[in-house]
């Protein structure tokens, strides 16, 4: 079994054609951990040629011995507003850039945003050619991975989180700005998740900070940010993964039937609430504390992988994974291997083959 | 009466009447602050409450009989656990004498193996002798003619029986070194079963080991029981006190009541209007309101709620006063609800307009002489925090000193430097940003401000609770209420023990 007939039989809880997984997936996201490949900061790693980035992406996935599930092909979501003409900077060597500077400075410059082309952006189009690469490498095999902010978060990047809660929560404003703003968004979102999924991505993770529990009431979310996530995700030509980026065990109920293909979950999630919740019409992924990876020993990391495992193993549906958005750059790599390395000591299954079994074996 | 005489009486009744004016007045402070007497007592009360609903006693009196029958169970196991392995490690001995024996006697089987296949050796060297004389006496017989023939046989029979003498010798020489075969693979064996058992024995030693360290610390069990044990009588005598002073709210209502009254008739006989009871009374009822309408989350009338009281002739500096403690009061029961971003957004909103509406007509504003530096670290340029934190603390008389986006370390040195604050608020959502705190620890440390309070804000402080310590934060704020209260601990009591709130 392949990663990608593993992880299609996890996701679909062991329904595909591919009958039951033989383990719990792993999609780890060491990103900047790139930079280790070639021996370079993270900034010099991730200005490296499209290829250049595939290729350390896929040299990892060997160092770990070809367990990880997923290869990803992005070095970050902030990127996502040089389509608009914002500047990213690089404050530290070793870690993601931040913004330069917000496009909106006041709410009435709303109305004059335009969808713009993600093609127009450099960054945006060094990214698609990432996931093409990695694709053309390892796409048969494992699960490419992109990522895209979703379109209810990207306003507390184009104006500031300030700003875009003030819009949020200030009716008035609301009334005026609100509907364009996310007309612009979701657009652009869309547009920019058909590239990547051209491009050669498997699944698209759409992450959306503004929405969690963390952020919004309840009552915000629903009226406000579900429309937005389903009208996107309906709208996306290929397979979506949606991350709250926070707590998401509040809303899930809400999120089971988003059309997300996996709900990433928050490390304040109790996995076995979340899976009572979904009752099993979505699968979970998640949720070893990234941040606190940095801290733990490899041995530590690996008992916290195998309870995320003992939480959420039963009855498939779920892949294990850091949560997001991607693990710290100064994680070791034995912590890392750690994580990996829980699913095939503790996350193993009886297999049941699947019952067409002329078209298993084909992803 | 004439009125000249009344109004002389007046003018004669006037100055006690503000003398008793100002004594009520001082009778008010000193009834708010029973008040906040109270209210901590209310809230230590609370605690105790709680701590007795889930069941302290009956955690304790578990602790107390479970733990120590635990304990002695666990002494009685490792007790037996030592007397096994001492067996075990016994027999293990013993075990490893026998094999050394028998590696003794495998050796001496060597040796007279080897023995035994030198003797065959000689054996079928004078076989082989024998060979040669019996065909030596075959000639000598030929030559001898018709005289040799009986000889002849002889030496026919003599070098048959060397032949047989030969074969018999190889077939000595083949089981013997058979046997050595067998007795090398013995040997073998037992270097192996010897190595096996010394390991075991590590084993055992390290089994010895640990139940030796866990004897030693059931042992310390009922100590342990037992001091906390002493813990159960202050508590009960606490919780008695906490009835007794709930007395003190019947008393300070009955007093407050009273001097109202008084005041009251002192203001009426004087022409005054509003007492001061009367005010206090106000803009109570205006932070409880304000509260209520925070934590609810409804779209609160603050500016009608305000205009009600300057229109009682309540001074914009107590409503600012009221404001700030609803501020307070509301995130303080938000905190433990665990409410969303959003929720704290929300009264972020209505004191911003609380304060919009109140600053303008604040001619002399209230000075608490409490300063704080905020800022984003060098790199993060995530408001929203910073912006919150920047207006609870404005609405609790706490000056601002706010040195914006991604600032670096010596930008808010400098402002420590020229305000003289004791407090610094860092915020930053990335870890690297964070780490800048260091370098501004460091920096404070240069300049002489070793005093001065570092906190910690953002999301890497929330979700990894130590990281405050990594960076060497002196405390954490982990939602925007915090600092507020933080501030006016540092300020008030002097900074809090070590390593608290991190």
């Given at each position: 079994m392949n990663s990608i007939q593993r992880v299609l039989a996890a996701l679909t809880f062991g329904k595909s054609e591919h009958g039951t997984p033989d383990r719990v997936p792993v999609f780890p996201v060491p990103l900047m951990q790139g930079a280790l490949v070639y021996g370079c900061t993270v900034e010099e790693y991730f200005a490296m040629p499209a290829k250049r980035i595939a290729e350390a992406q896929v040299k990892i996935n060997e160092m770990f011995d070809g367990i990880p599930d997923g290869v990803a092909g992005i070095p970050n979501v902030i990127q996502d507003v040089t389509a608009f003409g914002i500047g990213l900077k690089h404050h530290y060597v070793n870690s993601t850039p931040a913004v330069e500077g917000m496009l909106l400075h006041n709410f009435e410059d709303i109305p004059n945003l335009a969808v713009p082309d993600p093609m127009k952006s450099p960054m945006l189009r060094k990214t698609r050619d990432t996931i093409a690469a990695l694709s053309a490498a390892v796409g048969t095999e494992k699960v490419v991975i992109g990522a895209a902010i979703a379109p209810f978060s990207l306003p507390s990047m184009l104006m500031g989180t300030s700003a875009w809660m003030r819009l949020l929560f200030t009716p008035e404003l609301r009334r005026k700005y609100y509907k364009h703003l996310m007309d612009v968004c979701t657009r652009f979102v869309i547009d920019w998740v058909d590239v990547q999924h051209k491009a050669g991505a498997h699944v698209v993770i759409l992450a959306d900070g503004m929405a969690s529990a963390t952020m919004i009431q309840r009552s915000v979310f629903e009226d406000l940010a579900l429309p937005v996530i389903k009208s996107t995700i309906g709208a996306a030509g290929g397979m979506v993964a949606y991350e709250a980026v926070g707590r998401i065990e509040p809303f899930i109920d809400a999120c089971a039937d988003i059309g997300a293909v996996g709900l990433l979950v928050g490390q304040e999630d109790d996995l076995v609430e979340c899976q009572k919740r979904v009752k099993g019409r979505v699968g979970l992924i998640g949720n070893v504390n990234n941040m606190m990876m940095r801290r733990w020993s490899p041995a530590r990391i690996e008992l916290q992988a195998k309870s995320a495992i003992n939480q959420a193993k039963d009855g498939y549906g779920f892949i294990l994974a850091n949560q997001g958005p991607e693990i710290p750059f100064d994680v070791s790599l034995d912590g890392i291997g750690a994580l990996i390395r829980a699913v095939e000591k503790y996350g193993r299954y009886d297999t049941k083959p699947a019952k067409t079994l002329s078209t298993a074996g084909v992803a | 009466?004439?009125?000249?005489?009344?109004?002389?009486?007046?003018?004669?009744?006037?100055?006690?009447?503000?003398?008793?004016?100002?004594?009520?007045?001082?009778?008010?402070?000193?009834?708010?602050?029973?008040?906040?007497?109270?209210?901590?007592?209310?809230?230590?009360?609370?605690?105790?409450?709680?701590v007795q609903s889930e069941g302290l006693d009956a955690a304790f009196a578990l602790v107390n009989s479970g733990l120590i029958r635990v304990a002695g169970e666990v002494g009685t196991g490792c007790q037996s656990s030592l007397d096994a392995c001492q067996q075990t490690r016994e027999v293990l001995e013993a075990s490893i004498a026998s094999l050394a024996d028998l590696r003794k006697t495998l050796d001496q089987l060597t040796a007279s193996s080897r023995s035994i296949e030198n003797v065959a050796e000689t054996i079928d060297a004078f076989a082989q002798q024998?060979?040669?004389?019996?065909?030596?006496?075959?000639?000598?017989?030929?030559?001898?003619?018709?005289?040799?023939?009986?000889?002849?046989?002889?030496?026919?029979?003599?070098?048959?029986?060397?032949?047989?003498?030969?074969?018999?010798?190889?077939?000595?020489?083949?089981?013997?070194?058979?046997?050595?075969r067998h007795v090398s693979q013995a040997c073998s064996i037992v270097s192996v079963e010897t190595e096996r058992s010394r390991e075991q024995e590590q084993a055992v030693d390290a089994m010895v080991e640990t139940n030796e360290a866990l004897l030693i610390q059931g042992r310390v069990l009922p100590d342990m029981v037992e001091e906390l044990d002493q813990f159960l009588d202050p508590l009960s005598q606490a919780r008695s006190a906490i009835g007794h002073n709930q007395m003190i709210q019947v008393a300070v209502g009955n007093v407050e009541r009273n001097v109202r009254s008084i005041h009251g008739a002192i203001r009426r006989a004087t022409g005054s209007n509003a007492t001061h009871g009367e005010i206090t009374s106000s803009l109570e009822e205006f932070t409880d309101l304000f509260t209520h309408e925070m934590v609810a989350g409804s779209d609160t009338p603050v500016e009608t709620m305000l205009q009600g009281l300057l229109d009682h002739g309540i001074d914009p500096v107590h409503c600012l006063d009221a404001v700030g403690k609803a501020v307070q009061s509301a995130n303080a029961r938000q905190k433990y609800k665990h409410v969303s971003v959003g929720d704290y957004y929300l009264n972020f909103l209505a004191v911003e307009r609380a304060l919009a509406f109140l600053e303008p007509k604040i001619t002399v504003p209230a000075r608490t002489g409490m300063k704080v530096v905020i800022g984003n670290a060098r790199g993060d340029y995530h408001s929203l925090g910073r912006e919150m934190v920047g207006l609870f603390l404005r609405a609790s008389g706490i000056e601002v000193i706010d040195v914006g986006l991604g600032a670096e370390v010596s930008k808010f040195a400098d402002a420590v430097a020229k305000s003289k604050a004791r407090v610094v608020g860092v915020s930053s959502l990335l870890i690297e940003s964070a780490k800048e705190i260091t370098k501004l620890r460091e920096v404070l440390n240069q300049r002489g401000y070793t005093g001065t309070k570092i906190v910690a804000g953002g999301a890497c402080f929330v979700v990894d609770s130590e990281f405050a310590n990594e960076v060497k934060a002196d405390y954490v704020a982990t939602a925007a209420s915090d600092m507020v209260s933080l501030v006016q601990q540092i300020y008030q009591y002097g900074p809090l023990s070590e390593g608290s709130n991190r």
């Open positions: - | 009466m004439p009125l000249a005489c009344v109004q002389q009486d007046t003018r004669a009744v006037k100055p006690e009447a503000e003398k008793l004016d100002r004594a009520a007045t001082e009778l008010y402070h000193q009834i708010n602050f029973l008040r906040d007497i109270e209210s901590s007592s209310q809230a230590v009360s609370d605690c105790l409450r709680a024998t060979s040669l004389l019996a065909l030596n006496a075959r000639i000598e017989a030929a030559r001898a003619g018709a005289a040799g023939v009986g000889f002849a046989v002889v030496s026919e029979e003599v070098g048959k029986l060397a032949v047989s003498i030969k074969d018999e010798s190889r077939s000595i020489q083949c089981a013997v070194a058979e046997v050595a």
